[in-house]
């Protein structure tokens, strides 16, 4: 799959990866690659984030995500869910860190040590969750008969998984809609990459 991947896509699954070791975690999520693709510029994608306003209110994105993690991965709706129950999870992180550090229940920990993530990064392994985000970015890609993933169809893939990544995503206006709509116009139907967005068709694979 990655052989078909743009320049772009590469650029973000590698950025996703270097976020992750910047942070010392034990493996890759979709978090990370989200990161990654406001890294970006002059691609689909970023046209997209910025368009949308994300890139401007990347700091808060990322605190939003950094929330997350804190939780567990919990996603804010899970979160409300529980409390509906009697469930304090924001109780339970405190109690938690207060005996185990900040971020003791952020997922996968820290790195002890050099773990391979083969087919994906060489570097570190990538989560069951952003190895199904990276698979439904190809999927994406298909369904709209593009002969190439770019980074835009991991930013859709992002926005139509469950969880927190998606939650962010949706409380900054950055929806599947919206990125449609961006890129391919009102419609939203476009096939082969063409629309009003810019980036061409993603023919960047190298």
């Known amino acids: 799959?990655?052989?078909?991947?743009?320049?772009?896509?590469?650029?973000?699954?590698?950025?996703?990866?270097?976020?992750?070791?910047?942070e010392g975690a034990a493996s890759v999520d979709d978090g990370h690659m989200l990161l990654a693709l406001l890294d970006r510029e002059a691609s689909r994608a970023s046209f997209a984030l910025a368009s949308l306003?994300?890139?401007?209110?990347?700091?808060?994105?990322?605190?939003?995500?950094g929330e997350a993690r804190r939780r567990g991965g919990l996603s804010q709706a899970d979160t409300e869910a529980l409390a509906g129950l009697g469930i304090d999870v924001s109780e339970i992180v405190s109690r938690v860190e207060e005996a185990h550090g900040v971020g003791a229940l952020a997922g996968g920990g820290k790195a002890g040590g050099r773990r391979s993530?083969?087919?994906?990064?060489?570097?570190?392994?990538?989560?069951?969750?952003?190895?199904?985000?990276?698979?439904?970015?190809?999927r994406i890609a298909t369904a709209r008969r593009d002969r190439h993933i770019g980074d835009e169809h991991i930013l859709f893939a992002l926005t139509v998984r469950p969880g927190p990544v998606g939650e962010v995503l949706a409380d900054h206006g950055v929806t599947h809609e919206s990125v449609e709509r961006v890129l391919y116009g009102e419609g939203g139907t476009g096939s082969g990459g063409t629309g009003n967005g810019t980036g061409g068709n993603g023919s960047d694979a190298e």
Do not use: C, N, Y
């Open 117 to 138: 993530g083969r087919g994906w990064s060489g570097h570190r392994p990538f989560t069951r969750e952003a190895k199904d985000t990276l698979e439904k970015s190809l």
């Open 1 to 22: 799959m990655f052989e078909r991947f743009t320049k772009d896509a590469r650029a973000v699954v590698k950025g996703a990866v270097e976020h992750a070791e910047g």
């Open 53 to 65: 306003g994300a890139t401007r209110r990347r700091d808060s994105i990322q605190d939003a995500l």
